[in-house]
């Protein structure tokens, strides 16, 4: 039985109309088209389905879709404004921080959430922080490097 | 030496915005119109015989449209190379690991193909499991694999040199065993495709694909259709790692059930599918015995070496080869044996991973060599420089080396952690450990081996460049761009990346072996060679010079030592499109040509040009109450010739190196005694965190490749390699146990220190 729903994602708000069982990474990859939001594991235990929930970053694909009405959700389709980056984007553009890719909308959206409550933080907390977000390609150097840059940069 | 504007300068990634923006699309992205899902049934068993698969009831229930088994396929097998073509698309009669895939559905969404899974009813016959290479090589073993008769899936043994003599004239010699475990691959993004099938019978299959002409190759062979017949296009890949390269019975299943149904299917993974149930990396179990002068210079070494592979051959013969191969080297070693066998077993199948088998390999030897520097009281770095292989270099087994920039490597690397100092005043508990490695760029194999490019040069000036080698995160397109605008004498936003399609771009042997850089480098400048030639004929009676007169700079294309006498770069495509009416394409092949096909079984042949040199330091700190090893900080020492792009590179560097310590100390594929995976979520499958890895400094070596696009090697793959020893070696150099059966975990530092103290 399909329930009605109202989500707000990106500053958009959209009645749907699902399965209560569905999850957030599913209604926002399967019927919003917002693939931006990967999904591996569907067990909160990589990251890539990262989104943020009232500014807080969430596995997506451990929130019920019904769950996430009233909350203002942000994409990594949300974060850009036209052509121009988020700076965690730009930072993680400018340092390299990206290798196939996969991992990124979650790292970045972890990377965001974090550095809105930790202005100024060590390396060692910026890898505890993403530390839910496993990435196989670029050894994480590069993206601690990327988001003490874009600390850097908002001080 | 030569300035360059483009090449050796850290640009930005082509796709890096479109990433970072969440707009790459992946195989798991895709839709098409009236698409089904599939989904796949998978054994329970790791050995069984199949009697009877019965679907009737998945069939029946709506919004099933089909279900097909390994029945609905040909019944050719494939592989890697004509004698060692030993999978089939789905098992017909009978299953080989646990998780292999039986049957699978299509439906209209998920749930349904779910639900259709747990209406088909498969009677097995349930066979002895061969678990590890003991078991493979038992007298009277039940055989895994249906078309060999034998467990022993390959065998590669080779001498090159006088090994009893350089026994002989050895001071001192050591003989060690060592092991490594079962450990996946570890892409973040699972297997996924999806395929269409048009009204004439063609296919267009859409994957995560590391090397789509190989798993093109193959899927037509074994779908016994011509490869006209078949289209494949890459959209992004979220890693491959040697991973992606083969055809999966994702592919199959997804290409015959579209077949079947006429639309299209889209089958993408859950990550525990692909923990349990895809390739891995060998088992290993080897015996190495070093022979060394006082002074620590290697006289002969002796290995064997088994690795228990799975069910199927893959690319296990070249590892199998491989293993052998790169003991030859970073190391001189004058005379050396090897005896190497790949057996089969009802494990996950294995292809390789990053480093390939060069991995274990040098966990062996430089452990090894670690070992021989306490007993003989040689300072570990010492012992690497007397041994490291010079520039024009032949290695026993004739692999020739044109440029090592080795020594300085391991000169950098040991400065930046600080091993002088170190030695003076040891800390509790904190150790260094030292590997070098080396790593080809890109090996000679059989078949098709070329690289190709094309450049397509648009009205506008700017050059659309396609090549058979495929972006899979590598950063491979973006080298290429910097390569054709540095030849082309234009600025890099002037090169735009096309699309992997197997109807417009020219294949390539495959992504692997650090050989993209390379050959497809190569492959980028004599296209651009090609394009500037036939736009220089256009121009040149313009500028009353003869073509070859003509250079290319700065956006501008002029007389050779006259720069005024030119015209701008985008005046000339104007002319030869507007005047001529010449659309430019130029194209550029390359195939390292004077280098052997190497033999896999007497390992004879220079296997490859390029060979890029790392030494890597890592500093730990172990725990003596937890067994827990911390990973501090690691300096990769790391000749890639030319970088073309060092910040790239650093990224492939300390990528890989960080993959290799999860294999070091923390990841491991578990089995139970009838072959299932025990551990298949990352929940229980540890892969390195954020947390987990050190802090990574690279520091590029220049050196000149004469073979490489503008002196570069192939690279990224070296430090894989150098990695696992290096921890093991940090490990002993903290609190003097010495592990040799990978993973370390934290209960066999904890045993070893026990036996230690008892001792
Ligand atoms: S897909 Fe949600 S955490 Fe992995
Ligand atoms: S960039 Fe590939 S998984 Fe992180």
Redesign the interface.
Known sequence: MKQDITLKVNGIEYHLSIEPQRTLVEVL?DTLG??????????G??G?CTVLMDDKPVASCLVLAVSAQGKEIT???G??KDTK?HPV?EA??????????????GM?MVAKAFLAENPKPT?AQ???A???????????????DAIMAAAEANT | MKTYSVVGKSVERTDARIKVTGQAYYAGDLTAPGMLHGKILRSPLAHGRILNIDTSKAKALPGVMAVITGRDFPGIPFGTRPDIRDQLPMPITKVHHFGEGVAAVAAVDEDTAEEALDLIKVDYEELPVVLTAEDALAPGAPLVNEFKNSNIAYASDFMFGDVEKGFKEAYYIKEEKFSSQRVSVGFIEPHACLAQVDSTGRILLQGSKQSPYITWRHMCRALDIPLSKMRIVNPFVGGGFSGKHDPFDVDFAAVRLAQITGRPVKIVLNYDEVLAAYRQRNAMDAKLRIGVKKNGEITALYAENILEGGPISGIGPFNIYYFGAFLNIPYKIPAIEYHGKLVYSNRAPCGTVRGQEIVLAQFCIDSLLHMVGEDLGIDQVELRAINAVPSNWVCANGIVVDVSGLSECIEKASEKIGWKESRKEKKEGRGIGFSCASHPSGPRLGGHFGSAVMLKLLEDGQVIITQGATEIGQGSNTVFCQMAAEELGLPFEYIIQGVSDSDTTIFDSGMFGDRATYWDGNATIAAARDLKKQLAEIVAPSLNAKPEEIEFENKRVFVRGEPARGMDWLQAVRKAYYEKGAPLYGRGNWAALDIDIVDWKTGKGNLVHGLDFIATAIEVAVDRETGQVELIKAVHGDDAGQPINPAMLEGQVNGGSAHMSGHALWEESLYDEKGRVLNYSWRDYKQPTAMDAPEYHVEHIHTHDPYGPFGAKGAGEASSCSTIAAIANGIYDAIGVRIKELPITPEKILKGLKEKEGK
């Open positions: 990859r917002l693939t931006g939001t990967k999904k591996s594991c569907n067990e235990e990589c890539a994409t990594i389709e974060l850009a980056l984007q993680f553009v400018k340092k390299t921080a990206i290798q196939c890719g996969f991992c990124t909308p970045v390396p910026v890898r505890k993403i530390s839910g977000n496993l990435c196989r390609c670029t050894g994480y150097q590069q993206i601690v």
